[in-house]
Nanobody, 124 residues
């Protein structure tokens, strides 16, 4: 599967952005999807994941209540709606996919396919 993420940009603290990731290739609904983020010089960090078909989700604690992951299997797209953004949310955001089934995987090593990243900058 090929993944392409877009939707990043510059936003003021407290603002919102919606990231999208469009997949092409094998059947999108077969993949558990996730979003990660990475600051320069830091490790890639798990943000959220969503199951293949039931829409079950999992979030890192720092984004709970502010960020929502969703997917539309008919459109081969996964979304990351980000509200109440903080400067510490600034990073390059990556969408990722795997075929292992569980949506509780949070390590980048558990994901096999990656998009190219889209940069989010939150100004204070």
């Amino acid at each position: 599967v090929q993944l392409q993420a877009f939707g990043g940009g510059l936003v003021q603290a407290g603002g919102s952005l919606r990231l999208s990731c469009v997949a092409s290739g094998r059947t999108f609904s077969s993949y558990t999807m996730g979003w990660f983020r990475q600051d320069p010089g830091k490790e890639r960090e798990f943000v959220a994941s969503i199951s293949r078909s039931t829409g079950s989700t999992y979030y890192t604690d720092s984004v709970k209540g502010r960020i929502t992951i969703s997917r539309n299997n008919a459109e081969n797209t996964v979304y990351l709606q980000m509200n109440s953004l903080k400067p510490e949310d600034s990073a390059v955001y990556y969408c990722a996919a795997h075929l292992r089934g569980s949506y509780y995987y949070t390590s980048p090593a558990d994901y096999d396919y990656w998009g190219q990243g889209t940069e989010v900058t939150v100004s204070s």
